[in-house]
């Protein structure tokens, strides 16, 4: 979308379809790994068809493998006030990555001012469990890992691996170093009662 304001245009960018993340009901996530090779960061959705198109759609946009980053996946952990323990998994665009990729296509980002559309999950977890701190060994050790829808019936977990989305970048953060300027304030700022 974009609008005109003064001299800049403002484009409301970003990898997050509202109104398809409403309907496909976003409720956890999963760390699948077989130790042998990059580990699946799997989010958990209720509703299977809103949950492919979401993925369809990032296929359409970055392809299997996201090489330009501009999917942004921060994981936050701490303790935040009000919050269960666990840890919260923050999706948005990342500027810093979609700005480069515009100046190697060789477009103009100089009149140019984005607003970013995201979506965040607190992940309730009990206290000593182990999950996020694997995943994130497992990142490291192979430098990469796997986005991919998985839906979550009454039957049990269905990983759609068709859809995967392959990516090198993850931020992993902890709450006390995160400042009002951060982009992953939104994800821990008090909430008004």
Known sequence: MRKRMSDKVMYITGVIDTELWD??????????????????????????????????????????????????????????QGQEHGYTIHITTNQENLISKYKKLNLSTDEISFAIISRYRRMPTAVGNRNMANFREEVERFLSYKIIPVYMSESGLEPLFDYEIEKTEIFFRQVDEITEQDIDYACIKPRDN
């Open 23 to 80: 309907k496909a009901k976003w409720l956890g996530t999963a760390i699948l790994s077989d130790k042998k090779s990059a580990p699946y960061l799997g989010l958990l959705f209720t509703n299977r068809d809103a949950a492919i198109k979401i993925f369809e759609q990032w296929n359409k946009d970055f392809g299997h493998r996201d090489i330009y980053e501009e999917m942004r996946v921060s994981v936050i952990e701490g303790d935040i």
